[in-house]
């Protein structure tokens, strides 16, 4: 039997949690091989909010990029290197310094609202917000007796 590897794409989709939760329970699959740097969560915050939060210890807000474009969340981080007269001798380097581009593919009708950054950790707020065309609406049913209309009430 042939099995699929979803975690990839369970990782970086945010809004298709239901689906993808259907998938990993029909193959079996949970724990896969995807990048792992810079560790994140993707966590559901209300019935249509979501927050990306990534650890990006060591990073400033100006050595971060955050790119919303179409359905697709960019988020990179470059460290800007530090002079030759400054740059301290390392006898052990623990923490990791390198450059690194997560991208999040993201639903329709996903949009990111806010990020902020706190304590080494970035936090990315989304919300779906469906355009009321998209919306479930109630339609009234009217009932016609002897060719008059007349409105159903509800009892």
């Known amino acids: 039997m042939r099995t699929f590897d979803l975690s990839p794409l ?3 989709t945010v809004g298709f ?9 029909a193959t079996g699959f949970e724990n896969g091989n995807a990048p792992t ?16 939060t990534i650890a990006v210890a060591g990073f400033s807000e100006s050595e971060l990029a955050i790119e919303a474009k179409e359905n697709t969340l960019t988020v990179k981080g470059e460290k800007t290197p530090e002079p030759e007269g400054r740059r301290p001798e390392l006898l052990y380097q623990g923490i990791a310094a390198r450059a690194f581009e997560r991208v999040f593919r993201l639903a ?13 950790l970035l936090h990315i707020d989304l919300a779906r917000e469906l355009p009321e065309a998209m919306k479930p609406r109630a339609i009234r049913i009217n009932t016609s007796v002897n060719g008059k209309v007349v409105d159903a009430k509800a009892a």
């Not at 949690?17 to 329970?25: A, G, H, N, P, V």
């Not at 329709?108 to 304590?119: G, I, P, R, T, Y």
């Open 10 to 12: 369970y990782r970086s």
């Open 17 to 25: 949690d239901r689906l993808f939760s259907l998938l990993d329970k």
């Open 37 to 52: 740097y810079p560790p994140y969560n993707i966590e559901r915050t209300g019935e249509n909010s979501y927050r990306v």
């Open 108 to 120: 329709d009708f996903v949009e990111v609202k806010a990020a902020k950054l706190e304590n080494g």
